[in-house]
């Protein structure tokens, strides 16, 4: 497990792709930050929190998928899970190791894009008296867990049922269309118990609805974790459920 | 004899295409096995069932002793490397890149070896060439690397000079030879390019509509392309009555030409039709060719 880890790691590590992602990561939450003090010098820093939890949504959480999918897939087409297979790796710890070095990806994304809010937060002269970091720390939880869920999990399970270039369309539409039921169930019943679940499977949904902001912490963050924990290790069951019995190429 | 590779009633489903029925094969201890059969026989599936990469419906086989039932085989598929289809690389890194990928798969300590790895290859000159700017011998070659990688005993190459250059195809016939002679590396070779395999393989298996048609080595092929001259003669009448007073085989094929399937002496047999009025036109030495061979165990239909 540990030679595979290895050598996904340095896939993960050599590729530009991942780089993009952290410039990504970096420029989204200055940017925002600066663009917001300029247009309104001495506002808190509130505004591009809201802003950035959007783009974190839009973008990153993309992106994290996007990765995860394009590197996957490539070794499939490449004859890389052949050569795992020749050399005597289970199948179980091919698709464990996946799971592991692109939650890692994930969790690298999330921490430099709030890094990186924070610093130039700190940097630009926003007041951080307002911050709760304990609120920010768990925003950062309920985020990493929504995207393990619907971009990691969903990403890889697209991967193992279509290896190729056609996954990535599937997975860009199937991402944002999630979001649509749980936003127009959430209009029509804004108090219902199932929607409530639905909304907090899927990231787009549930971030994106009622102005949430970066600083300010989720409400009820533990069911939300429930929620999206639960949705995104069923997608990992049956994607593993998949992968141990397809025949590959 | 000791085997590498043996299978054992192999079959293979896709919902109502059947890829293998009831395959057996048995490939030798330090052979050079040429898996013989049309596109579409069963090769590339038999090949990623020994790979794991698919599972058989029914049957099993056995890797270096190794039932495939058994756990054992994880650790006995590592004393093996392969190509299917294509070789496994990663484009955008240099051939030692590929290879140092591969030793971290295998949990090597070091980097030790690759430089070897890679001048038996002959691409030790490349540099920083990525993989994707190699050209498709080159590329080939440097699979070969890539599954070497463990010090494997055992290669499985499926069309390994399938849409190589006449150069590509000597320096791939050169290596293969190179390797199962100096390092006694057992390879199972399927192709379709049969002129090409018969310069390289000592073991055959024809395969069939995923059936195994028949299996023998080179030197039973060789006795069963026999040779034959191919005579023009003015008269076939009083050609036969000359072999068969010979008692050689032959076949009549007109009024002037005839097949002779032995080696006569040309100037008895010029001296014995002068004697019957006869004039030997011409003749010339022919040879069924393993492609010849082929077609005649499995018939001139196509798979496609």
Not at chain 1, 11 to 30: D, E, H, N, T
Not at chain 1, 37 to 45: D, I, M
Not at chain 2, 78 to 94: D, K, Q, W
Request: charged fraction near 20%.
């Amino acid at each position: 497990m540990s030679k595979l880890l290895r050598a996904d790691l340095s896939v993960l590590f050599r590729s530009k792709l991942f780089y993009g992602m952290i410039l990504l990561c970096i420029f989204l939450p200055a940017v925002t930050n600066l663009e917001a003090y300029l247009s309104e010098p001495g506002a808190p820093l509130l505004a591009p929190s809201v802003t950035l939890t959007m783009f974190l949504c839009l973008f990153v959480g993309n992106f994290i998928g996007g990765l995860a999918l394009v590197l996957i897939s490539a070794e499939f087409t490449s004859g890389e899970i052949r050569n795992k297979l020749i050399m005597g790796h289970k199948r179980s710890d091919i698709f464990a190791s996946w799971v592991i070095v692109y939650s890692l990806e994930m969790l690298i994304a999330i921490i430099v894009f709030f890094g990186v809010f924070l610093l130039s937060g700190i940097i630009i002269g926003y007041d951080m008296s307002v911050c709760d970091f304990g609120e920010i720390l768990m925003n950062m939880l309920v985020i990493t867990v929504m995207f393990f869920g619907n971009s990691l999990a969903l990403s890889i399970l697209i991967t193992i049922i279509l290896p190729d270039t056609k996954a990535f369309i599937i997975f860009y539409v199937l991402y944002e269309a999630l979001a649509v039921p749980g936003i127009l169930l959430y209009e029509k019943y804004p108090d219902s118990i199932i929607v409530k679940i639905i909304n907090r499977c899927f990231a787009l949904s549930y971030l994106t609805l009622d102005d949430k902001a970066l600083i300010v912490g989720f409400d009820e963050p533990w069911f939300t974790i429930a929620c999206s924990l639960t949705f995104g290790v069923v997608i990992i069951a049956i994607a593993k459920l998949l992968f141990d019995r397809k025949d590959l190429k | 004899m000791e085997y590498v590779l043996r299978t054992n009633a192999l079959t293979k489903k896709y919902k109502k295409f059947e890829a293998l029925k009831g395959l057996s094969m048995n490939v030798p201890k330090g052979s050079i096995y040429g898996f013989v059969g049309r596109n579409g026989a069963g090769k590339t599936t038999l090949f990623r069932i020994i790979c794991g990469l698919q599972f058989s419906t029914s049957g099993e086989f056995e890797l270096f002793g190794t039932n495939s039932n058994d756990a054992g085989i994880l650790k006995a598929r590592n004393r093996m490397g392969a190509i299917v289809e294509a070789p496994s690389l990663f484009p955008e890194m240099t051939a030692r890149e590929n290879l140092e990928h591969q030793y971290k798969l295998l949990g090597m300590p070091n980097y030790d070896g690759i430089s070897e790895l890679l001048s038996l290859v002959g691409l030790e000159n490349t540099q920083n060439k990525k993989t994707k700017n190699f050209s498709l011998g080159m590329r080939q070659r440097l699979g070969i690397a890539v599954a070497l990688c463990g010090n494997q005993d055992f290669l499985m190459l499926d069309e390994p000079i399938n849409g190589l250059d006449p150069q590509g195809i000597i320096e791939m016939r050169e290596l293969i030879l190179k390797l199962n002679r100096e390092k006694g590396i057992t390879f199972l070779i399927s192709s379709h390019i049969l002129d090409e395999l018969a310069k390289l393989a000592t073991y055959y298996g024809f395969i069939d509509s995923g059936k195994m048609v028949r299996e023998m080595s080179a030197d039973e092929i060789e006795d069963a392309c026999h040779k034959s001259l191919k005579v023009n003669v003015s008269s076939t009448a009083a050609l036969a009555r000359v072999l068969d007073k010979m008692s050689l085989e032959y076949k009549i094929l007109s009024d002037n030409d005839a097949n002779i399937y032995a080696r006569p002496g040309i100037s008895e047999l010029v001296t014995a039709l002068d004697k019957e009025g006869c004039k030997l036109n011409s003749c010339s030495e022919q040879e069924e060719t393993l492609e010849g061979f082929f077609i005649s165990l499995v018939g001139g239909g196509s798979n496609e």
